[in-house]
């Protein structure tokens, strides 16, 4: 059921019906001489008083909204606002439930790195970014290696190329204290990826489903020669 609409026939009850200062204003609430009237299925019906627009909007059974205050005149749509606040709700609830917070994680290098100690923290990298979550690559520089900078940046780079096929540069290099550190951001958002690993559970049980389904219809075989 969506909430009830407020009807200029009626107008609303001061404790009926709490409004937001970011509402449109609606119905008696639209106090200017003329609007630009959109009728409820889109249609553009012109500049008209705005008492006209109000009986049009009540014998349609439904609400006048203003849609664009600052336009001259204003624009006004007639509609069913308590369904419109309806579905813009559920819709914003959606949006809230499907969004994924991206998580910066974190890998940390030495300017000395051996190749295995690379190698690993590359791995976990890729598998950060493949789940959506962006990296926040560190060098932390000992001693005289601070003024080595270009050093700092030529390992960042390599690391950004070895990982380019699952993210790309969002931050570039830049030194923070004692530390260099650079952003990846995946190619992949949360959700996207949650998508798509729905999905490929969804292919594994349907191809599950069938393999079993197959294997019941086929007629079974005895075991040894035929009688003659």
Do not use: C, W
């Not at 600052?70 to 609830?93: H, L, R």
């Not at 959606?94 to 791995?123: G, P």
């Not at 060098?139 to 390599?158: A, N, T, W, Y």
């Amino acid at each position: 059921m969506y909430p009830p609409a407020t009807h200029p026939r009626r107008g609303p009850h001061p404790h009926e019906e709490e409004f937001r200062i970011s509402d449109p204003r609606t119905n008696e609430r639209i106090r200017v001489p003329e609007v630009r009237l959109v009728g409820p299925n889109g249609e553009q019906v012109g500049v008209v008083a705005i008492q006209v627009a109000q009986r049009l909007a009540q014998e349609a059974d439904l609400d006048l909204v203003e849609v664009a205050p600052n336009s001259k005149p204003p624009v006004v749509k007639i509609m069913d606002y308590g369904k419109y606040k309806y579905e813009a709700a559920q819709k914003a609830k959606e949006a809230r439930r499907n969004q994924a917070n991206t998580i910066l994680k974190e890998v940390r290098f030495r300017l000395k790195i051996e190749a295995h100690d690379y190698t690993t923290k590359l791995k976990r990298a890729e598998g950060f970014l493949q789940a959506g979550d962006k990296v926040k690559a560190m060098i932390l520089f000992r001693g005289r290696e601070q003024s080595r900078p270009e050093l700092g940046v030529r390992l960042l780079k390599r690391f950004a190329e070895d990982v380019a096929e699952f993210g790309t540069v969002e931050s570039n290099p830049r030194i923070d204290g004692r530390n260099m550190v650079m952003v990846i951001a995946p190619h992949k958002n949360k959700s996207e990826v949650k998508t798509e690993q729905n999905a490929q559970r969804a292919a594994n049980k349907a191809a599950a489903r069938e393999a079993k389904a197959a294997a019941s219809s086929s007629p079974s075989q005895t075991s040894g020669s035929d009688a003659e």
